[in-house]
């Protein structure tokens, strides 16, 4: 069959759609699926027809508006309570139980600590304090008209004045009326106009005059005298207390270790008699340690020789009995008002923080410790907030002890007082490089300390933001019962025997009053332990995982990798070639008019058939290959048809098909 004339090939290319019709007719007949498709609700529709959940393939094969309307009713709750679900089962995962063991054994004994309540002896620091005491005697004398061995007389300005009152002139004495900021100063008799902020500290102790007058002292920066702090008190007892302490602290500061080591108490001086598990001890089972505001404090059972002693046997009898010597006579009047010692029960790794947590021991009686010995373990992130050794809290140990909360603040605070202030306070352990403050080197100390507590109670230093609660810890818990002792019938003989006892020391016969009797033991040898506990593991959180896709959607892990290939890989390939595409475009045509030439269709039929929507896995059918346009230019060669003479029907067609030409003449 003759081929046809060029004509014939120029009616048949005029003939022919243009690219976008070319591109629909191949959407039509060569359906594009999968990651292809040209737009996301193709690939959409592609994923509901295909996927393995039934509520997706509902959508688009139910007929009726109302029926697909239900369907994405039931497929959209069912995506909601998966994620409700999930969400519930991740909370739940990151939660703990909580699990109490009770063991029954053999228990270590803790240590404990015990300080007499006044620091020092007062006939020792008699020389350091002399001043101090003249100055608070007046004060007295002066708010409430009396002094030793002399009647109710009130002192005059001028006695004030005659003599030198330093300690008066750093922080001077004021009385307030009826809560107003007009003051009269105790020492000139003078009245002023008082600014500043007012921390009043209240009291439950009644005044002593009238009601309506307050006492009180005013601290001011000494870089700016504008800028003052009033700390007032209902009490004149309580004013003078801590104006004392304040002075005291000072003091105290100015004292070298050693010298302060001395003038408190030995542990001969503090343990007249003592007992363990029903044997007989003495000092060398008790470790000394300073303490800022307690002075000589003695641990029994601190460990440090490496043995630490264990009872096997609850009960008084078998745990720790002392009798302390208390010594009233030899208290500070002005520093301490009770009488008595302190002790903490703690582990051998931790600090006694005898001023937070120490129980106080009554004399002329016999006081009862009865102990619960408790182990707690608490999980680690991301279950809890707490910390393990404190290594990742950016506050430094300055206790040289195992981590607590305890430690953790006071550290914190004590680092806030040297930065701020230059100086640290006296009652904290010494940062290396710091000295304790003092208002000869420090002048402006006390305001800054008062100042920066103020921060510290309304939690705006951030040291409660910084500390974390430690992961394990151990507890004692005590219950505390108290006896007269000695009873009347054996005090006699009892105060005698115990006076010949330490004869060699004291020059007096013991008072009942002197004397205080400690017992600490374990009620029961029960050890508890609570521990923390994950809810649930990876296999079990997975598990639950699987039920509630499969209950909901009638999915697997499979459908979920699925939808996170055709929801995000796909769905994003789609958006970005469609728009490479645009932007291709758009470069051509900018590029074509810099040129200045017009569009050929030749371009547009060239971009129908290498559209990347036209690449497709599955490769085209014979018919749909047929229908396929050819390219203007370097058509391929074409295998021709048989050329039989029986095949020739030219009697029955007029004009040959363009698809059946013959490229080269045979």
């Known amino acids: 069959m003759a081929p ?94 909580v699990s109490v063991t009770v063991q029954f054994q053999k228990l270590p004994f803790p240590a404990v600590t015990i300080c007499n309540i006044n620091p020092y002896k007062y006939s020792s620091m008699k020389d350091y304090l002399s001043e101090l005491d003249k100055e608070t ?225 009554e004399t002329a009686a016999a006081t009862s410790i009865g ?71 420090n002048p402006n100390w006390m305001y800054c300390y008062y100042r920066l507590h103020e921060k510290f109670v309304k939690e705006q230093l951030g040291c409660q933001q910084i500390c974390k609660d430690a992961c394990s810890f151990k507890e004692w818990a005590l219950t505390t019962s108290i006896a007269q002792w000695p009873s009347t019938v054996s005090e006699d003989w009892m105060l005698r025997v115990l006076s010949w006892d330490k004869g060699q020391k004291i020059n007096k016969k013991l008072n009942k009053t002197d004397l205080a009797n400690l017992m600490v033991f374990y009620k029961d040898l029960n050890e508890r332990f609570i521990s923390e506990n994950p809810a649930n593991t990876l296999v079990i959180l997975l598990s639950n995982f699987g039920g509630q896709l499969g209950l909901w959607m009638s999915c697997s892990v499979v459908c979920v990798i699925e939808i996170v290939e055709v929801f995000f890989i796909d769905s994003l390939s789609i958006v970005m070639r469609r728009q490479w595409q645009k932007a291709k475009k758009w470069w051509n045509d900018r590029k074509r008019d810099r040129l200045g030439k017009p569009p050929q269709a030749g371009d547009l039929e060239r971009q129908g058939h290498d559209n990347p929507v036209c690449i497709d896995e599955d490769l085209p059918t014979f018919n749909t290959a047929l229908r396929l346009p050819l390219p203007q230019d370097n058509p391929l060669p074409r295998t021709p048809p048989p050329n039989y003479s029986t095949l020739r029907l030219e009697s029955a067609f007029t004009e040959q098909l363009p698809d059946t030409l013959e490229v080269g003449q045979h």
């Open 4 to 97: 046809p004339g060029p004509e014939g090939g120029r009616a048949a290319a005029g003939a022919m759609a243009p690219g976008k019709n070319i591109t629909a007719r191949i959407k039509r007949t060569l359906p594009v699926k999968g990651p292809q498709a040209p737009t996301l609700s193709e690939l959409m529709r592609w994923y509901c027809l295909n996927t393995n959940t039934h509520g997706c393939r509902r959508i688009v094969v139910s007929r009726g508006r109302l029926r697909r309307f239900i369907w994405i009713l039931l497929t959209l709750s069912a995506v909601g309570l998966i994620l409700w679900q999930c969400a519930e089962l991740l909370m739940n995962y990151y939660s703990a139980s």
């Open 371 to 441: 102990m619960h010995f408790t182990r707690s373990r608490k999980l680690s992130k991301p279950y809890s907030d707490c910390t393990e050794t404190g290594a990742d809290i950016p506050v430094e140990n300055l206790y040289n002890k195992s981590y607590s909360l305890q430690i953790c603040l006071h550290s914190c605070f004590q680092k806030a007082m040297v930065d701020s202030c230059g100086c640290a306070q006296y009652a904290q352990p010494l940062p290396a490089g710091a000295e304790y403050c003092n208002y000869k080197k």
């Open 137 to 361: 005697k007046k004060a007295l004398e002066t708010f409430y008209g009396f002094s030793e061995g002399k009647s109710k007389v009130r002192r005059s300005v001028d006695e004030w004045n005659s003599t030198g009152n330093d300690f008066f002139k750093q922080i001077p004495l004021l009385k307030f009326e009826d809560f107003s900021k007009t003051a009269t100063d105790l020492r000139s008799g003078q009245k002023r106009k008082i600014e500043g902020s007012v921390f009043h500290k209240d009291s439950s102790i009644v005044n002593s005059g009238d009601s309506n007058d307050i006492i009180g002292f005013q601290l001011c920066d000494a870089n700016n005298s504008s800028e003052c702090a009033l700390y007032t008190f209902s009490s004149g007892v309580n004013a003078i207390q801590e104006w004392y302490k304040l002075h005291y602290m000072n003091i105290m500061a100015q004292i070298p270790l050693e010298t302060k080591e001395k003038l408190s108490y030995s542990a001969d001086d503090l343990l007249l008699t003592c007992f363990f598990d029903g044997l007989s001890c003495d000092k060398r089972h008790f470790t000394r340690f300073h303490h800022p505001l307690h002075g000589n404090c003695y641990t029994f059972n601190s460990g440090e020789n490496g043995t630490i002693l264990s009872t096997s046997t609850g009960g008084s009898e078998y745990g720790l009995q002392v009798v302390l010597y208390i010594d009233e006579a030899d208290y500070n009047p002005f520093l301490v008002t009770s009488t008595g010692a302190k002790i903490i029960v703690h582990d051998q790794n931790e600090y006694p923080f005898i001023e937070d947590i120490g129980t106080e021991i």
